[in-house]
């Protein structure tokens, strides 16, 4: 299967790319990350912009509250 993860933190992409170093604390969670992304045929991690996404502010404030 195929499966593009789009995500609003460009730090995230450059991580799952390899672009940037894992904290130590975050190699766990990165690893698993991996791990499920080689589950897929096809995976891909996007930078999106999030300017002017008034549904995500929203989303988030709720969350939030």
Same mark, same amino acid.
């Given at each position: 299967? %195929?499966?593009? @993860? &789009?995500?609003?933190? +460009?730090?995230?992409? &450059? #991580?799952?790319?390899? +672009?940037?170093?894992?904290?130590? $604390?975050?190699?766990?969670?990165h690893?698993? @990350?991996?791990? #499920? @992304?080689?589950?897929? +045929?096809?995976?891909?991690?996007e %930078?999106?912009?999030? $300017?002017? *996404?008034?549904?995500?502010?929203?989303?988030i *404030?709720?969350?939030? +509250?």
């Amino acid at each position: 299967s %195929h499966v593009t @993860a &789009k995500t609003d933190t +460009e730090t995230i992409v &450059k #991580q799952m790319t390899g +672009e940037y170093g894992i904290s130590d $604390d975050l190699r766990p969670l990165h690893r698993r @990350a991996r791990n #499920q @992304a080689n589950e897929f +045929e096809h995976f891909e991690i996007e %930078h999106v912009s999030r $300017d002017g *996404d008034s549904r995500v502010d929203n989303l988030i *404030d709720e969350v939030l +509250e």
